[in-house]
């Protein structure tokens, strides 16, 4: 009786089991599913985040072939987006060639509208801008050239040593340093203009005091006998002829002021007409003609 009874409990038990295998089968198919999914769509997205577009969309395409995920709306809003930014990227490229450097730029930002992380495309957008400083730096159009080297510097996260150097450059070259030589025409130019003024002055005040001498004498003996009238007269113009011979005695003093005013001046004109010799140091930073970068130079 016993196997009977056992054979008709598994008998009835049966179609429980194979619902369970069945629905265990199922899930792990769907994992492994979901798993390839995954895998397919993380490696799609790090491509497309460095706009590697054409690799990028054969994992989105892979997406598709996975079981349950073929009409999976976000593979197929990629693989359109990468279709567009290969478009869009042979068209600026080939615009860069025939030389339409505006047209390429307005064609790779467009191509950022559509993939901000595009870091394909910030290279490229960074490369143009650093040649076309270099070319501007070369024709010594320094201001431009600047402007070109911070637009590069926006775009790039691996060459901003070599542009912030070449930036530098172009700044101590439109705003150099004050140079020594300025200090001493400052000095120059003043010891002239306080000499020459103190001279003026000591010859202003002889002149006065031998005019006021001049005009006492006259009031006091109009008719130029010698003879000074009341005292009073005669102490007035003895203080005015005391005075002027206190001045007269300062025509070294004055001369003395002359002559410093005139080397000094002299010295002022020579520093104003003679510009310094540039002295070019050993090793002399510039833009690489060729591609992007600096080159040093040696000079002898």
Same mark, same amino acid.
């Given at each position: 009786?016993?196997k009977?009874?056992?054979l ?7 179609? $429980?089991?194979?619902? $369970? ?7 792990? #198919? ?8 995954d ?5 799609g997205?790090?491509l497309?985040?460095e ?12 997406c ?7 009409n ?22 080939d615009?860069?060639q ?22 394909? $495309? ?15 730096f ?19 996260? $691996?060459?901003?040593?070599t ?7 172009i700044?101590? #070259? ?8 300025i ?5 120059t ?15 202003s ?8 001498? #001049?005009q ?14 009341p005292?009073d ?9 005391? %005075? ?13 002021c002359?002559?410093? %005013? ?10 104003l ?22 080159t ?5």
């Amino acid at each position: 009786m016993k196997k009977p009874v056992l054979l008709l409990l598994l008998l009835l038990a049966a179609p $429980t089991i194979r619902a $369970t295998w069945a629905t265990d089968s199922y899930h792990v #198919i769907t994992t492994r599913a979901d798993d390839e999914y995954d895998r397919y769509k993380k490696k799609g997205d790090d491509l497309y985040r460095e706009g590697r577009y054409l690799e990028a969309r054969r994992q989105y395409q892979n997406c598709l072939l996975v079981p349950n995920f073929e009409n999976d709306p976000y593979a197929k809003e990629q693989i359109d987006n990468c279709t567009r930014g290969l478009s869009l990227r042979q068209q600026a490229d080939d615009a860069l060639q025939q030389g339409k450097g505006a047209d390429a730029v307005n064609l790779y930002k467009q191509l950022l509208t559509v993939n901000a992380n595009d870091a394909v $495309t910030k290279a490229q957008l960074a490369d143009y801008y650093e040649r076309q400083g270099n070319t501007l730096f070369n024709q010594k159009r320094y201001a431009e050239a600047r402007s070109q080297y911070q637009q590069a510097l926006s775009y790039t996260t $691996t060459r901003q040593g070599t542009i912030q150097l070449q930036l530098d450059n172009i700044n101590r #070259i439109l705003n150099p340093p004050p140079s020594k030589r300025i200090g001493l025409k400052v000095a120059t130019g003043a010891v002239a203009v306080g000499a020459a003024a103190y001279a003026a002055f000591l010859h202003s005040d002889f002149q006065n005091k031998r005019n006021a001498v #001049i005009q006492l004498g006259q009031t006091a003996d109009p008719t130029n006998s010698g003879s000074i009238g009341p005292d009073d007269l005669n102490r007035q113009y003895q203080d005015a002829y005391d %005075a002027a011979q206190v001045a007269a005695s300062k025509t070294g003093l004055f001369k003395a002021c002359v002559g410093v %005013a005139a080397v000094a001046t002299l010295a002022e004109v020579y520093l104003l007409v003679r510009k310094p010799k540039a002295k070019p140091t050993a090793w002399q930073v510039h833009p690489a003609t060729e591609s992007w970068g600096l080159t040093l130079r040696r000079g002898f």
